[in-house]
């Protein structure tokens, strides 16, 4: 063997040893963080002076805080619907609400979600935590692109079967419960599911939350070697609220405080797992949450910040929710205050990891990954649809304008009709949205009530089914 051929020989081994090696670094690992209800103002790195989240806020410090990132939807189900497909609700048939222990429907099998997509890459995929998209076998994460799952089908205030034989509810109901942490498992029904087996009944949720996180730090340990999505959709801090035992404040004025500090020493867990795995370079870790405060439940409810009311409404409270993300190429330390997404989490997640998505499937969402890693100012997003938490279009945003226009609740006692309230802010001037601008700029509001019942009409028109059982109706 001559030295000539030698070195062609290890120049070519070289070459490919190379580019299998540069193949495998090319496919990053995924991490969603999903929290339940957690407010816009409840993390210390989006300025709050009463919630410590060093762990967050490392995300934000190493990687990129979004300020104007939207959900599709003011409620639980809608909203993860909308993550899963890069769709607004309303074009999956998931807009009507959150479902139930009895609701008869669930997303459809057929959509693809974000599971699907990197599951086709060649993806490890779990799900540990609240689904909410249907408790039926058929429709549970398995059926969605997942290889894996472990958590509570919907929300933690809902009893199995039939969602009957609650506490009381109100602030001073999470107040008995929060000081009764055995409550957990005599004062609920609520299941959680492997697979799509119940394994305990009630569940107990004091240790859920770590749990949770246990389960995906052993599945991250499990397959280091390959390329992996964790989807971790946190119960809480949706009511009720429990924590363990070992890091429990027994006074009910910090049980929210305490629920997402323990969420947020959890992360630490996670991001010290990646470390000591050396997975942290290569991995996107994302942590948002499904929609605002729900203000309603006080101490036991965060806070919206800056912005206007909070869960169930189309105010800003209600949808536009902290955002950090961290990961391969996202620039450190770095804020991004255009409009963008968790309908964008798809498309931007294909782009990034390879793969084209489904042609006979329209989506609503848009390829972001050059925002996410600074490479471009402006958002690919011109506007965002509003919908209430019943899926009625309410409003349009567009630029730094933002219209409403909500249907008043008819008045049972007559038959008059009631005008609908117009609402008109410019969110870069007055964020709290407390200036209606109307009847200054009706040109605007024209406009954008135009472009808004045109975008409207497109997706009603082709609208997808979702999933119904044989003998069930939506509801």
Not at 92 to 100: A, I, P
Not at 230 to 244: A, D, G, K, N, T
Not at 257 to 283: F, Q
Request: glycine letters at 8%.
């Amino acid at each position: 063997m001559t030295r000539q051929y030698l070195q062609t020989w290890w120049i070519f081994t070289f070459c490919v040893f190379t580019c299998v090696s540069q193949g495998d670094a090319a496919q990053p690992n995924v991490i969603l963080i999903f929290a339940d209800d957690q407010g816009y103002g409840d993390l210390s790195c989006f300025g709050s002076e009463t919630i410590n989240t060093p762990h967050i806020d490392r995300l934000a410090q190493e990687g990129r805080k979004f300020t104007n990132f939207m959900v599709a939807s003011p409620v639980c189900t809608p909203s993860r619907a909308a993550l899963m497909t890069g769709c607004y609700p309303k074009r999956v048939g998931m807009h009507q609400h959150v479902l139930f222990p009895t609701s008869k429907k669930g997303l459809n099998p057929s959509e693809h979600t974000i599971a699907d997509h990197l599951q086709d890459q060649g993806y490890a995929t779990a799900c540990f935590g609240k689904w909410h998209l249907g408790y039926q076998p058929e429709v549970l994460p398995r059926a969605h692109g997942f290889d894996t799952y472990f958590g509570i089908p919907y929300s933690n205030d809902m009893n199995y079967p039939d969602n009957k034989e609650r506490p009381k509810g109100g602030p001073d109901g999470m107040d008995e419960l929060w000081a009764d942490p055995e409550s957990t498992l005599t004062k609920w029904k609520t299941p959680l599911i492997e697979d799509e087996e119940i394994i305990e009944l009630p569940v107990d949720q004091r240790t859920i939350t770590r749990r949770y996180t246990q389960k995906a730090i052993d599945f991250i340990t499990e397959n280091k070697a390959k390329p992996f999505f964790v989807y971790l959709p946190h119960s809480m801090p949706h009511i009720p609220l429990y924590v363990p035992d070992d890091v429990r404040n027994p006074d009910p004025l910090y049980a929210y405080i305490n629920t997402i500090e323990h969420i947020d020493s959890e992360v630490g867990r996670l991001l010290e797992t990646l470390d000591d795995l050396k997975l942290a370079d290569n991995t996107y870790v994302l942590y948002t949450t499904d929609n605002g405060p729900w203000l309603r439940f006080k101490h036991h409810g965060g806070t919206a910040g800056p912005l206007r009311d909070g869960k169930g409404t189309t105010f800003e409270g209600g949808q536009r929710v902290p955002c950090v993300l961290r990961g391969p190429g996202i620039p450190a330390g770095s804020v991004c205050h255009e409009l963008t997404g968790t309908i964008d989490v798809l498309p931007t997640l294909a782009a990034l990891v390879g793969g084209a998505l489904p042609s006979q499937h329209r989506i609503d969402g848009v390829d972001m990954s050059p925002l996410w890693h600074g490479k471009k100012e402006a958002s690919s997003r011109e506007e965002f649809l509003y919908y209430s938490s019943h899926g009625v279009l309410e409003g349009i945003r567009q630029g730094p304008w933002k219209l409403l226009v909500k249907l008043p609740r008819q008045n049972r006692n007559t038959r008059e009709p009631k005008a609908a309230e117009v609402l008109l802010f410019n969110l870069e001037e007055d964020l709290g949205e407390k200036e209606n601008l109307a009847d200054k700029y009706p040109v605007v509001v024209s406009k954008l009530h135009t472009i808004m019942d045109a975008l409207d009409a497109e997706i009603t028109s082709n609208a997808r089914p979702p999933w119904f059982e044989d003998d069930g109706i939506a509801e």
